[in-house]
């Protein structure tokens, strides 16, 4: 699937926070981010390190009890680890711990523009170059102007980075003979409603553990900081040891069968054959190109052994490692400073309180309410409930972009502004009128149906556009059609979709129906 934005250079690639910042420093202690607890932000294995717990972070906004128990559970165990490498400052903000240092301190370049912007202006902290992304910010930018005039396709910046390093290639050729299988991995939910894979690990709980929900129940309590969402068990590793740990499950349990229904949902089985590895990615505890290394090497392994991994499985992991989630990275500092707030579709509706409040027991669409639900337990579902669920709903109903990039970063174990900026403006809202996806994620209930099970349970019917058991996808994806049919017309790809406006001869009563309906629960 491609991918396109535009190419070439412009003025954001002036701005301070894009400097070419050096690889290594000569500072003796480094201060490390909540993102960036694994050892490759480290240049040497005892180097001093500081650490910062800031709760003023989690009383500036309402994130999902889990990531914020996950977080701090993350970084207190990395203290622990440490021992007395680390300092360990629990403050209510980073200058209160910040101003006490009178020696020099190294960084490695921050993930988001306010946090750039903040080490950028701290006297006696020396910037480094970004780390935990397959390619480098430079890299990325060479490719880019190398690009011309010629758009920034995901598809190309993937077998760029595949070449470069060496990743599933025979000589000068794709493994297999094919850079891309995504079309081998969209086959619709198992008919017998089971998971192709296993139950995955799970981490146990500790005592650091025991201490994180005591202090967040405390600052609960106190009126200092609010969360949704529910409260453990912890799914998701919070040490490195714990991240390799679930990478091996994966790899010998999961793998294999990640391919075919990649794209599926299924009610009662919310893992599917998912990885499960990005909040450990994210959180900087697995370098994400050591996680291509060890799934091609596995692949491998496994073909000399007599036993190959099926390659669509093995290459679409891999590109949503070191093709998308980069590309994602990238093009978040490309677009620049102003891109989240591009609303092209003009979109404007607030996030409604059952979505905000995660209230699944409000929505009687039932994949709707599923989806709410997993997310309320956990923190987490996978790309398509996010992508053709939840983001679906908000760009047929005109949720405010803005509004959706925050909530989706909010209340996601794994969301950060630069995951959810392009994800959410670029691909899933398609408020940027086109720079990163090529036509709106818009789909009705048939596209529900036939990746899920979820319709058979459902009091609404994917069929039928029009009344009381009307699908809230089906009708509303005609209203978000014919609400943007000026502002779409000159999308080649919108232009099969916007004819059959023209043939739906209750299209009037549909539209006045998702009026009505509005963004209330479905």
Known sequence: MERPATGGPGPEQRDPALADFPERSSATRRWLFADQLGPHFLDRPDQPVLLIESQAVFARRRFHRQKAHLVLSALRHRAAELGDQADLHQVTTYAE???RYDEPLSVCAPTTWSSRDYVLQRPGVEVLAARGFVSSQGEFARWAEGRGRRRLLMEDFYRDARRRLGVLMD??????GQWNRDHEN??????DGRSPAPEPWWPAEDEIDEQVRADLDR???DGSVSFVGDDGPRRFPVTREEALTRLADFLTARLGVFGPHEDAMLADERWMAHSLLS???NLGLLDPLEVVHAAEDTARARAADGEPLPLNSVEGFIRQLMGWRDYIWHTYWHFGRHYRHANALRALEPVPGWMAELDDTAVDAACLSGVLGDLRRDGW???IPRLMVLGNYALQRGIDPREMTDWFHRTFVDGYDWVMVANVVGMSQHADGGMLATKPYAAGGAYIDRMSDYCGRCPYDPRRRLGEDACPYTAGYWAFLERNRERLAG??????PL????RLKDLPLVVEQEAARGTGAP
């Open 219 to 221: 600052w609960e309590a």
């Open 171 to 176: 000589g000068a050729e794709p493994l297999g």
């Open 279 to 281: 909040p450990a990615i």
């Open 97 to 99: 711990a910040l101003d």
């Open 381 to 383: 579902v996978h790309h």
């Open 499 to 502: 004819q059959g406006l023209d």
């Open 186 to 191: 969209r086959e619709p939910a198992p008919r």
């Open 491 to 496: 999308n080649q790809r919108m232009r099969r």
